[in-house]
């Protein structure tokens, strides 16, 4: 366990990062081993009700183009993941009404039927019906990032949202049976060390059995175009005391981690944060390999789109060797809260 001050402290200290980085591999050593998590994303609608600032799928933006994946290309693609060997398919949309419970149970029953994997839904705020449904449908787990402990910069971000809201849907998806992810954004315009702080002590007291950490990046058509994106040495120190705290908690090195370092930041969050999931994007190319406009899910200006191959190759650059004979579901499961 680790206090605010010490935490605090860690954030602040550039010059112990290294340190701090080297203990962070120890603990994902003694708690993950040298295996990996390769899990694939369908990114299935950039479709999104609501206008956080921050988000270029947010409602307002005009530039954007839109698209809604079938039910029948879900599944489709998710069998395609599958059949490629890997044991999780992420599911992951705007929060767009468009899929109604009865679409997703149907399409969550459809991927179930055919393959042998854990499905992991990212669909932002739902009615409580509907995640129950979900859950009784056979998904196992679902990723909501709770984005910042900050209440005032949460409500800033998220027009009309409130952080509290937000907690009790978290909770409420443990009770149900999820296993839960949850995740910030480091560098947010406004937010202070004591904020990230605040972050990992939430990480500390929920022990979740996903984190998602990832920096902001500014986008070209949002209200914070002009900001500037995050630190990647402070977004790994923020990754190295979230391994830190949550112990066997599974980690992922996230797409955009990439975008802020296409050459290293996902090699650097394995090795130095102590990530030790890697979720690269499987969405189908629709007129050729080098176009795919119409799956465009850009959360930031030119997210990158890691293939399973890139993500392989991460995996190989840190000395990590994907699980392959589980589905890779929570090691709190096993080994209790950290």
Same mark, same amino acid.
């Given at each position: 366990m680790l206090n605010s001050k010490e935490i605090l402290n860690a954030l602040r200290d550039v010059a112990g990062q290294r340190a701090l980085f080297a203990e962070a591999d120890r603990v994902r050593a003694a708690n993950c081993g040298q295996t990996a998590q390769l899990r694939g994303v369908v990114h +299935? $609608? *950039?479709?999104? #009700?609501?206008?956080?600032?921050?988000?270029?799928? #947010?409602? $307002?933006?005009? !530039? &954007?183009? #839109?698209? #809604?994946? $079938?039910?029948?290309? &879900?599944v489709e693609t998710s069998l395609a993941i599958a059949a490629a060997g890997l044991r999780t398919v992420v599911l992951q949309a705007g929060e767009d009404a468009h899929y109604t419970r009865e679409m997703l149970c149907g399409i969550i029953r459809g991927i179930l039927d055919k393959a042998d994997v854990a499905i992991t839904l990212s669909l932002g705020e739902r009615p409580l019906e509907d995640l129950l449904a979900f859950r009784e449908a056979g998904a196992a787990r679902y990723l909501m990032k709770h984005e910042t402990m900050n209440p005032t910069l949460y409500a800033e971000m998220r027009p009309g949202h409130a952080l509290a809201d937000r907690l009790r849907t978290i909770e409420s998806l443990r009770e149900m049976g999820y296993q839960t992810g949850v995740g910030d954004i480091v560098g947010l315009p406004g937010q202070t060390l004591e904020d990230l702080c605040a972050d990992?002590? +939430?990480f500390q007291d929920f022990q979740p059995d996903m984190v998602n950490i990832g920096p902001f990046i500014p986008h070209a058509d949002t209200p914070l175009r002009d900001g500037a994106a995050a630190d990647m040495d402070l977004m790994l120190r923020v990754f190295a005391l979230t391994r830190i705290v949550t112990g066997n908690t599974h980690l992922?090195?996230? %797409?955009?981690?990439?975008?802020?370092?296409?050459? !290293?930041?996902?090699?650097?969050? +394995? &090795?130095?944060?102590?990530?030790?999931? &890697?979720?690269? %994007?499987? *969405?189908?190319?629709?007129?050729s390999k080098t176009d795919k406009i119409e799956y465009e899910f850009q959360i930031t200006t030119r997210k990158r789109y890691v293939s399973v191959e890139e993500a392989r190759n991460v995996l190989r650059r840190a000395g990590r060797v994907p699980e392959t004979a589980s589905r890779g579901d929570s090691l709190k499961m096993q080994g209790g809260r950290f």
């Open positions: +299935f $609608s *950039n479709h999104c #009700r609501h206008d956080d600032l921050y988000c270029g799928l #947010r409602r $307002s933006n005009r !530039n &954007i183009k #839109r698209f #809604r994946m $079938s039910p029948e290309q &879900i990992i002590g +939430f992922a090195a996230a %797409n955009t981690v990439a975008t802020l370092d296409p050459d !290293n930041g996902q090699y650097r969050a +394995f &090795i130095q944060g102590g990530a030790n999931v &890697i979720m690269p %994007n499987c *969405n189908p190319f629709l007129k």
